[in-house]
């Protein structure tokens, strides 16, 4: 029986680590060869609290590199996705410290034109919805 079981648990294992998430469907993700959804390409804003008439947000480039958008105090530099997470990696300016950061970014939806995340470390069912831009 021991043995048995034995053979059995890395066969679950393996299972249970390439089980799809249930935040993303298998439709939303459509990744290419390099491991990352071509779909995350682009500019991504939404709307600065108090001001949403203003946009603030990110751009990821194919080359693997980040910028922000419209944020003073935070240079983005460089991502990448994996399973259903978005990493940004960056630093911050104008400060009198400046330090250096990663955005993790738990990948709750993704369509052409919209993506809705929660940031790690944040209250379970908050969000933040990005619109794609041009």
């Known amino acids: 029986m021991k043995k048995g079981l034995t053979l059995l648990m890395p ?4 299972i249970a ?6 935040n993303i469907s298998k439709d939303d993700v459509i990744k290419d060869s390099l491991g990352y959804d071509k779909k995350l390409l682009g500019k991504w804003v939404q709307p600065i609290p108090g001001q949403e008439e203003t946009k603030q ?4 480039d194919d080359n693997k ?4 958008i419209n944020i003073n105090t935070m ?3 460089k991502w990448t996705f ?6 940004i990696w960056g630093h911050t300016t104008g400060l009198r410290e400046t ?5 993790t970014l738990l990948v709750k ?10 940031r790690l470390g944040i209250i379970e069912g908050d969000q933040e919805i990005y619109r794609k831009t041009k």
């Open 11 to 14: 066969v679950l294992l393996m």
């Open 75 to 77: 240079e983005y530099e």
């Open 82 to 87: 994996s399973k259903d997470t978005l990493f």
């Open 99 to 103: 330090s250096s950061f990663v955005d």
């Open 109 to 118: 939806k993704l369509s052409e034109s919209e993506l809705v995340v929660s």
């Open 57 to 60: 947000g990110f751009e990821l």
């Open 65 to 68: 590199t980040a910028h922000s």
């Open 17 to 22: 680590c390439n089980y799809p998430s249930k």
